[in-house]
């Protein structure tokens, strides 16, 4: 049974930073490309940013590109997500995503999901 669980939302301060963490289990992290995705209330769930192997193989939504930074540990099955210079509308729960070993960024790109994290950023 695959699982995704998320850690490290909380309550920052405009400009202040957070690191997400997603631990996996029940499949072959490797095999699998990781993504973040985030939805806001009333909003649907949008792209973040995918990994498939490590920095020269990651994507990120123009909106967060040069705050965040996905990186993993495939000998700890986690994904991770810097995020710097928060900003109140990065307010959202945040879902960390595992699908077929390319950089996708639609859902349909992926497979397993997680329960969320909720990141809330205070002006």
């Known amino acids: 049974q695959v699982g995704l669980v998320e850690s490290g939302g909380g309550l920052v301060q405009v400009g202040g930073s957070l690191r997400l963490s997603c631990a996996a289990s029940?499949?072959?992290?490797?095999?699998?490309?990781m993504g973040w995705f985030r939805q806001a209330p009333g909003k649907e769930r949008e792209f973040v940013a995918a990994?498939?192997?490590?920095?020269?193989?990651?994507r990120y939504a123009d909106s967060m590109k040069g705050r965040v930074t996905i990186s993993r540990d495939n000998a700890k099955n986690t994904v991770y997500l810097q995020m710097n210079s928060l900003k109140a509308e990065d307010t959202a729960v945040y879902y960390c995503?595992?699908?077929?070993?390319?950089?996708?960024?639609?859902?349909?790109?992926?497979?397993?999901w997680g329960q969320g994290t909720q990141v809330t950023v205070s002006s």
């Open positions: 995503a595992a699908g077929a070993l390319r950089v996708g960024t639609t859902r349909e790109d992926y497979e397993y």
């Open positions: 029940g499949l072959q992290f490797r095999r699998y490309g």
């Open positions: 990994i498939i192997w490590g920095a020269g193989t990651t």
